[in-house]
């Protein structure tokens, strides 16, 4: 059974930065792909980066790109996000995701397999 903890949320003042990690655990997961998403209160779950296992390469959203960045390591099993220059507007619960089967970078919910239980980001102004 594959699980996603997060950590690293918390509350930081604009401008300032916050660094996310996923854990997952299970002895042989080898995801294609491994994701994060956001989802602020009364808003749709939204893409924000995802990274290739592999490879190491990535996509971002378009808010991310320049602030944000993802990173992997493959032995520890982790993923991480950086989250730079941090705006009111970036506040949001972070999701990790990850899927098994390759079908390229997806930024959709639909196309994740596994889920971590979010960790809380707030940016106050």
């Known amino acids: 059974q594959v699980q996603f903890v997060e950590s690293g949320g918390g509350l930081v003042q604009a401008g300032g930065s916050l660094r996310l990690s996923c854990a997952a655990s299970?002895?042989?997961?080898?995801?294609?792909?491994m994701a994060w998403f956001r989802q602020a209160a009364g808003k749709d779950r939204e893409f924000v980066a995802v990274?290739?296992?592999?490879?190491?390469?990535?996509r971002y959203a378009d808010f991310a790109e320049g602030r944000f960045s993802i990173s992997r390591d493959n032995v520890l099993n982790t993923v991480s996000l950086q989250l730079d220059s941090l705006k009111p507007e970036d506040t949001a619960v972070y999701y990790c995701?990850?899927?098994?089967?390759?079908?390229?970078?997806?930024?959709?919910?639909?196309?994740?397999?596994?889920w971590g239980q979010g960790t809380q980001v707030t940016v106050s102004s």
């Open positions: 995701a990850g899927v098994l089967e390759a079908n390229g970078l997806g930024v959709s919910t639909w196309q994740y397999d596994y």
């Open positions: 299970g002895p042989t997961f080898r995801p294609y792909a």
């Open positions: 990274v290739n296992w592999s490879l190491g390469s990535s």
